[in-house]
């Protein structure tokens, strides 16, 4: 059901303007880690103009009111509730308390209860019993279809324009520190909600945006499904050793594709034809070896 409380009363995750754990709040009830620099600064950011649209109701537990429990604790919504918190403590939450206030009696609130409140924050209190940890983890989880791999990595292949392509080095190792230019501007194409989740503690990008990107170049330089499948595992030498190689002629063959698709195209399937035989080849001499 709808209520409004007072943003003192909410307990979140975290402290919104330091990112500090709350020590109060079951570190259970938060998968994902609201303390990070890339999720404060979202909190920051989203705090300077808040959407009310975004803030009221929704059938989702991704979006609307906060949900939280009978105690006052967040159980879905941290980054949303630490976002109104921090507005109130910074002076940029005026038009949200107006408009809650003028909204009140379409959540069935009282708008004098309301306009008596200091700081009023308009929740969803949990009514019913749930195993708290798993309602957070699945609070959490988008229930839209998810893409698979090589639509994922088609789609952003889309968002990797001349300029991006411009800044990937010779050096065909993404994780070397010459090519953080190029996964940065990757990383702003994705927008700060969903590039948050590629940044470690440090800021730095995390190995599962090098393997994402890695996806994406090999689907805009080369447009066969198959080099997806052959080079996921990089720990091998041998491939580690073929995918730099991909990575350094990327640019090339991204420029021949604009001038002749055709061509590039076929070029492609030979060269994924003559990695798939290397590597099958490289297999076979492994088994001969082991039996020998």
Same mark, same amino acid.
């Given at each position: 059901g709808y209520s409004v409380i007072e943003a003192d009363h909410l307990i979140t995750s975290h402290n919104p303007s330091t990112g500090d754990a709350n020590p109060?709040? =079951?570190?259970?009830?938060? =998968? %994902?880690? %609201?303390? &990070?620099d890339a999720s404060i600064a979202w909190v920051k950011k989203t705090s300077q103009n808040l959407d009310p649209d975004l803030l009221g109701k929704s059938r989702r537990a991704d979006s609307g009111a906060p949900i939280v429990g009978p105690d006052g604790v967040v159980e879905s919504g941290n980054g949303r509730t630490m976002a109104v918190v921090l507005a109130y403590q910074s002076?940029?939450?005026?038009?949200? &308390?107006?408009?809650?206030?003028?909204?009140?009696?379409?959540?069935?609130?009282? =708008?004098?209860?309301?306009?008596?409140?200091?700081r009023p924050v308009l929740v969803r209190i949990r009514t019913s019993k749930v195993d708290r940890a798993a309602f957070a983890i699945e609070a959490n989880q988008s229930d839209t279809l998810a893409m698979t791999a090589t639509e994922k990595a088609k789609s952003d292949a889309r968002r990797m324009d001349d300029g991006m392509i411009a800044l990937m080095t010779e050096n065909g190792d993404l994780a070397a520190a010459?090519?953080?230019?190029?996964?940065?501007?990757?990383? %702003?194409?994705?927008?700060?909600?969903?590039?948050a989740q590629y940044s470690t503690t440090d800021g730095k990008p995390?190995? =599962?945006?090098?393997? &994402?990107?890695?996806?994406?170049?090999?689907?805009?330089?080369?447009?066969d499904d198959r080099l997806l499948e052959l080079t996921a595992d990089t720990a091998k030498p041998e491939i580690a050793n073929i995918v730099k190689a991909l990575n350094h002629a990327a640019p090339e063959f991204i420029q021949a594709a604009a001038m002749d698709p055709d061509a590039t195209s076929a070029a492609t399937g030979k060269l994924t034809d003559a990695?798939?035989?290397s590597l099958n080849q490289k297999a076979v001499d492994a088994l001969l070896g082991a039996s020998n």
């Open positions: 109060a709040f =079951p570190a259970e009830l938060q =998968p %994902r880690d %609201r303390g &990070r002076g940029k939450a005026d038009d949200y &308390r107006a408009w809650l206030e003028e909204e009140a009696g379409y959540f069935g609130l009282k =708008p004098e209860k309301v306009k008596a409140m200091k010459e090519n953080v230019p190029f996964l940065s501007a990757f990383l %702003r194409s994705l927008g700060e909600s969903e590039a995390s190995s =599962p945006l090098t393997a &994402r990107v890695q996806a994406a170049i090999f689907a805009k330089a080369y447009a990695v798939e035989k």
